[in-house]
């Protein structure tokens, strides 16, 4: 569904939700080597409230995106919460009509979510967080749209990379979080945003292509 509207966010954050859910035991695990063991949990209870959201009470996909950051906010604890909700709300903000979403929209999109979390963060690219994975994915994503290239090729790409970006941080030394505690020690482990991170991507290239 190329169409951006409040059903089709929705279908995209349902999908979303149910891949956190599955997936939570795993991000907890991510999350007990180098953090507070609580991402999986907290993630969560943060995107099964956002699922819980009617798309017939939004008249279009900015109020849905809105709604669901702030959601997020209020429901999952440290700091998750505020990143991921910065980052719908970032998007909110940007799709301000509904309608055929471009891969430009898109780019578009995604580096004001990306500038969202750094801003609120405070994470540079290499710090070992969702960043590393949300960074090569929005270049990803613009340099399609700046080839012409498809919403599904755009999405695919970004995917693509957003799974390198997690892959990478494996090697890296954590320098913000929880994480950043344990110094050389957090070396050798996958940060659990960037992997939440990949999974939200790859979400939104089945769901909004």
């Not at 500038?115 to 710090?127: N, T």
């Not at 970004?158 to 979080?177: E, F, L, P, Y």
């Not at 344990?182 to 939104?204: C, F, N, V, Y």
Request: net charge negative.
């Amino acid at each position: 569904m190329s169409d951006l509207s409040a059903q089709s966010v929705s279908t995209w954050l349902k999908d979303f939700a149910d891949v956190i859910n599955e997936q939570a035991n795993y991000l907890t695990d991510l999350d007990r080597q180098i953090g507070d063991a609580d991402h999986g949990s907290n993630m969560s209870r943060g995107m099964s409230a956002v699922a819980a959201l009617d798309p017939a009470s939004f008249t279009d996909a900015s109020g849905m995106l809105k709604k669901a950051g702030m959601t997020l906010v209020s429901t999952v604890g440290g700091a998750s919460g505020p990143l991921y909700g910065t980052f719908f709300l970032r998007l909110g903000t940007t799709f301000t009509s509904d309608g055929e979403l471009s891969a430009a929209d898109l780019a578009r999109g995604m580096q004001a979510g990306l500038d969202g979390i750094i801003a609120r963060g405070k994470a540079s690219p290499g710090d070992k967080t969702l960043v590393d994975t949300l960074t090569p994915a929005v270049a990803a994503a613009q340099q399609a749209a700046d080839e012409g290239r498809s919403l599904a090729e755009a999405l695919q790409a970004a995917s693509k990379a957003a799974d390198q970006g997690r892959d990478s941080t494996v090697d890296m030394i954590a320098k913000r979080g929880r994480a950043s505690y344990l110094g050389e020690r957090s070396k050798g482990h996958q940060d659990p945003g960037a992997t939440s991170m990949a999974l939200l991507i790859d979400s939104a290239a089945r769901c909004l292509a």
